[in-house]
T-cell receptor
Framework: ETGVTQTPRHLVMGMTNKKSLKCEQH?????MYWYKQSAKKPLELMFV???????ENNSVPSRFSPECPNSSHLFLHLHTLQPEDSALYLC?????????????????FGPGTRLTVL | AQKITQTQPGMFVQEKEAVTLDCTYD???????LFWYKQPSSGEMIFLIY????DQQNATEGRYSLNFQKARKSANLVISASQLGDSAMYFC????????????WGAGTKLIIKP
């Protein structure tokens, strides 16, 4: 596997379900990100981890819970979601992350998980 | 406020023609970075090219070049000799110091290459 991988690619869940999205990066990067992409809206940054420590949480509802057990893996745990949470969830990684990288720290993305909440 | 504007929601271009996708930005920060990403219908966001605010020359990566006009605050993406596989959404994004280098994203341009 190379680059950034995400599983599952598609997920349909009911509002009472609990599910998790998984992201893995094979680039040796120190920072990982979760983004939400809804139709006709700009990409929204949800969470940032740098060296396994959460450094940014952009006012995301508590029904989204991130976990970063090591610098290569990132999870997004989902519970009691709403239909408006249906979107493409993208994971990204970068070499240094927000605290140290500066403007040149390029983010590399996975293929995304397309989530539908019924 | 920091902002990225992409004024072309959609574009149709004939195969093999050159394409220019517009991006203007607004920041008072002297240090910033500008990025272009491509997103095919499959969903993956693919990094194309980067331009730093202090870079003297326009960035180039294969068929992609960035027309950086600092005074006008524009960072247009130029794709030479377009191919059918270039059909996708294209996003311009900016990082700047005061945001802790979070990316600010434009709304995107949908590019369709006609055979």
């Amino acid at each position: 596997e190379t680059g950034v991988t995400q599983t599952p690619r598609h997920l349909v869940m009911g509002m009472t379900n609990k599910k998790s999205l998984k992201c893995e990066q094979h680039l040796g990067h120190n920072a990982m990100y979760w983004y939400k992409q809804s139709a006709k809206k700009p990409l929204e940054l949800m969470f940032v981890y740098s060296l396994e420590e959460r450094v940014e949480n952009n006012s995301v509802p508590s029904r989204f819970s991130p976990e970063c057990p090591n610098s290569s893996h990132l999870f997004l745990h989902l519970h009691t979601l709403q239909p408006e949470d249906s979107a493409l969830y993208l994971c990204a990684s970068s070499q240094d992350g927000i605290l140290t990288g500066g403007g040149t720290d390029t983010q590399y993305f996975g293929p995304g998980t397309r989530l539908t909440v019924l | 406020a920091q902002k990225i504007t992409q004024t072309q929601p959609g574009m149709f271009v004939q195969e093999k023609e050159a394409v220019t996708l517009d991006c203007t930005y607004d920041t008072s920060d002297p240090s910033y970075g500008l990025f272009w990403y491509k997103q095919p219908s499959s969903g993956e966001m693919i990094f194309l090219i980067y331009q730093g605010s202090y870079d003297q020359q326009n960035a180039t990566e294969g068929r992609y070049s960035l027309n950086f006009q600092k005074a006008r605050k524009s960072a247009n993406l130029v794709i030479s000799a377009s191919q059918l596989g270039d059909s996708a959404m294209y996003f311009c994004a900016m990082s700047y110091m005061d945001s802790n280098y979070q990316l600010i994203w434009g709304a995107g341009t949908k590019l369709i290459i006609k055979p």
